[in-house]
């Protein structure tokens, strides 16, 4: 509205204008002036016509125009600055609406790879799991005759832990699906690097902090992520003399951020890509969800879990909000 109200302003500027160009035209120049006034009143009002119905078209071709790129998903269109005072904020919401629809686009792509990945995943851990029990039962069931007491506890023995190993797996899945949404309250830094610091009471690892600085998040779910950090540094660092783990919190350039570095042997490039897929594990024992899982934690409170790599030596994970 504020847009079609400015531009009336205008048409009847520009027909004002050629009105009163008219006249003092007709009166200088020319004896018989009411004739030259009315062809030029003509002309002008031809000149208005043209410019009215261009104008009248312009705003909702350029809203066509928009509409259509997001039909055809062409997230690169960008509509420029103008002198426009109208147009240009109609041109920056049409720019974020384009930039949001992008990043939504992209997140669903992200997340539809994410779970295409995971079910990848489970579809092999249970197969694993699984194949040894049915060949198993399925050799018992049909030479019982070859089964001595002892050799038949020894079947079952392997049955049941891989159903144990399967329970396991699904628990930790169930895990990675089922977090509660944080109930988020204002976390004094002092207080809590105090008691992480009792709760992670080795001589590695040190904390350090703004002071006065004050964090918004689940401070239970917080302390679950910054557990799993830390000790995933303390295995990376295991059996080094000069072990040392960082966990610094500021709130440089107004962002909070936490900081959990080690100096062990760093996160090779080719697995990068794969350390926060869940279940994805280097370490001969483990469920390989704590990286997932602490992302998720981190996503759920509007932040996120990053690897950084900045770090010449060792690894260091930011954790935003």
């Known amino acids: 509205m504020k847009i079609r109200n400015a531009y009336q302003i205008k048409f009847v500027a520009v027909a004002l204008a ?5 006249w003092l035209l007709g009166s200088k120049f020319f004896d018989d002036s009411t004739l030259l006034f009315s062809g030029i009143v003509i002309v002008a009002a031809i000149v208005l016509i043209c410019y009215l119905v261009r104008m009248a078209n312009f705003v909702p071709a350029q809203v066509n125009h928009f509409l259509s790129s997001l039909l055809c998903k062409d ?5 420029p600055p103008t002198k426009d005072a109208e147009l240009e904020e109609m041109y920056k919401n049409m720019n974020r609406i384009i930039a949001q629809y992008r990043n939504s686009l992209l997140d669903i792509e992200y997340k539809q790879q994410y779970y295409n990945r995971l079910l990848r995943i489970m579809t ?49 899945y169930h895990k990675l699906t089922h977090l509660p949404d944080p109930k988020k ?6 207080r809590f690097f105090g008691q992480m610091q009792a709760l992670m009471n080795y001589p590695s690892v040190h904390f350090s ?12 779910l917080l302390t679950l992520v910054l557990t ?14 000069d072990a040392d783990i960082q966990v610094v919190a500021t709130d440089s350039g107004g962002s909070p951020y936490i900081l959990v570095s080690d100096n062990g042997p760093g996160i090779p490039d080719d697995i990068r890509d794969e350390i926060f ?15 997932s899982l602490s992302r998720q934690i981190m996503c759920l409170h509007g932040g996120d879990l990053k690897l950084s790599l900045n770090s010449s030596r060792g690894a260091s994970f930011m954790v935003v909000f």
Request: with cysteine; charged share 20%.
């Open 18 to 22: 050629l009105m009163a160009l008219g």
């Open 75 to 79: 997230y690169m269109i960008h509509f």
């Open 124 to 172: 092999h851990e249970m197969r694993n799991s699984i194949t040894p029990v049915i060949t198993l039962s399925s050799d018992i069931l049909k030479h019982p005759d070859n089964y001595t007491p002892d050799r038949l506890h020894q079947g079952m023995e392997v049955i049941h832990g891989q159903c144990v190993s399967v329970k396991t797996f699904l628990d930790s």
């Open 185 to 190: 309250s204002l976390i004094d830094v002092d």
């Open 209 to 220: 902090w703004a002071k006065g600085m004050t964090l918004m998040a689940d401070e239970n």
């Open 228 to 241: 799993n950090l830390i000790r995933n540094a303390r295995e990376a660092t295991e059996g080094m003399a």
């Open 277 to 291: 897929l869940p279940f994805y594990t280097t370490k001969k024992e483990g469920t390989g969800i704590g990286l």
